[in-house]
């Protein structure tokens, strides 16, 4: 069978960190290694923002595709919209020469209104994955402003597509809730998470690995500089420590989250933390399990997460974690067993909850054993056997739906819608 994996704003071989790569992009990548593993074709399909080569192989039955659809260069998230249609030609003409495929499975919803595009034309199934949803984000935390273009769209693909994977079971209720998805279509599989990368080791070693202190208590915060992952509550809750010696590492960041940075500087310096503090910036995915080993306790204090992975990652190299009982992050974090789940979306109970973890080493390597244990479900050989199980039932499903084979060729009507503005 003949994938096309379709992350159209970003490339899952960027670096993580940075104002559009985090957790979708290991996702997209990490799925993908996996299915080609199990014998799938699979191509991932992207714009093209730099002088890199069209095609790029990635492993054995898997390649990187690169799209011309706008300036070659990087460009804001938004401005891509425009060059859609672009790409989607692209992708068909592309899907044209070398497809067919069977299968089309889009990230994202820009990507899903061009996924949606091709799986018409090629008359296969199109599976959508979100990861985030615009009107739970502008629900999560005020002063979000995702646009409505962004939420009509989202509905418009979660009515039309042959299923869609929910990474939690409170993201399959707010699909249902507040974009009326059908509850046949919608299919909990969670984010995998590669447990032989990510897995314990002596916090010692990995702190003098990255020359951090021995003996001070190290608090960990890992992904993108945006408001949304609650960076202010989180800076807050170092203030009101009990601990006046942990240090916070914050672990994530490129220059377009420069301001953010800043106003968290000033922040911090303003609560008298600044030498408690530390900004690494982004680091390559490679490095990330040293910094969950040397850590104490990892800190997730988000308005909003769809899955949570940075906490996975963390309990996987058997760290306890700290987080908001927010979307998937209830699911992932067992509450009082791995970590705990904080309600309130304010620094006093984070404060309360750090401290019992900080003042107990016993305790913290009881919810570290428990943390890894707690993730072997996470496994990518599940999840990707999971993926691929639903990739067979949408077949049949479409096919039967149809009354046609799951494929075919570019069609005059595709051709014409592709050309509207999304």
């Keep these: 069978m003949r994938i096309a994996m379709v992350s159209a704003h970003t490339s899952p071989l960027a670096p993580l960190g940075g104002r559009e790569t985090g957790g979708m992009n290991v996702y997209v990548l990490e799925l993908s290694r996996e299915l080609a593993r199990l014998g799938y074709t699979v191509d991932i399909f992207t714009r093209l923002d730099g002088d890199l080569p069209a095609t790029e192989p990635v492993a054995p039955g898997l390649r990187l595709v690169r799209l011309p659809a706008g300036p070659p260069r990087p460009i804001e998230k938004e401005a891509i919209i425009a060059h ?19 299968i089309v499975h889009s990230h994202y919803w820009q990507s899903g209104w061009a996924g949606q595009q091709l799986a018409r034309a090629l008359r296969a199934p199109h599976i959508v994955m979100f990861h985030t949803l615009g009107e739970v984000k502008n629900r999560a935390r005020f002063g979000e402003d995702e646009p409505r273009l962004r939420i009509r769209h989202e509905r418009a693909i979660a009515r039309r597509a042959t299923a869609i994977v929910a990474a939690s079971s409170h993201e399959r209720q707010l699909l ?30 990995a702190r003098a690995e990255l020359g951090l202190p021995a003996d001070r208590p190290i608090l960990l915060w890992v992904g993108r500089l945006e408001k949304l992952k609650g960076l202010e509550i989180l800076l807050d809750t170092v203030a009101g420590l009990e601990r006046r010696d942990a240090l916070l590492l914050i672990v994530g960041g490129d220059d377009r989250a420069a301001t953010l940075r800043r106003e968290l500087e000033a922040r911090a310096a303003s609560l008298g933390i600044a030498e408690r503090v530390r900004f690494t910036g982004a680091v390559d995915h490679q490095r990330l399990p040293a910094f969950y080993a040397a850590a104490d306790v990892c800190v997730v204090p988000s308005f909003y997460e769809s899955f949570g992975l940075v906490a996975v990652e963390a309990m996987a190299c058997g760290t306890p974690v700290v987080a908001s009982r927010v979307g998937g992050l209830a699911s992932t974090v067992i509450d009082g067993v791995t970590g705990y789940l904080i309600p309130w979306r304010c620094p006093e109970p984070f404060a309360e909850k750090l401290d019992v973890l900080l003042a107990n080493p016993e305790l913290r390597a009881n919810f570290g054993r428990a943390a890894r244990a707690a993730v072997e479900r996470f496994r990518w050989s599940t999840i990707g056997l999971r993926i691929a199980d639903l990739y067979d039932a949408a077949r049949h499903e479409f096919a039967d739906r149809a009354g046609i084979a799951p494929s075919g060729l570019p069609n005059e009507a595709w051709e014409t819608a592709i050309l509207a503005a999304p």
Excluded: K
């Design 176 to 205: 249902e809730r507040y974009y009326g998805a059908d509850p046949a279509r919608v299919h909990v599989i969670p984010c995998g998470i590669d447990l032989d990368l990510f897995q314990p080791r002596p916090r010692e070693a």
């Design 84 to 102: 859609l249609p672009g790409f989607a030609r692209a992708l068909r003409d592309f899907a044209h020469t070398e497809g067919p495929y069977e």
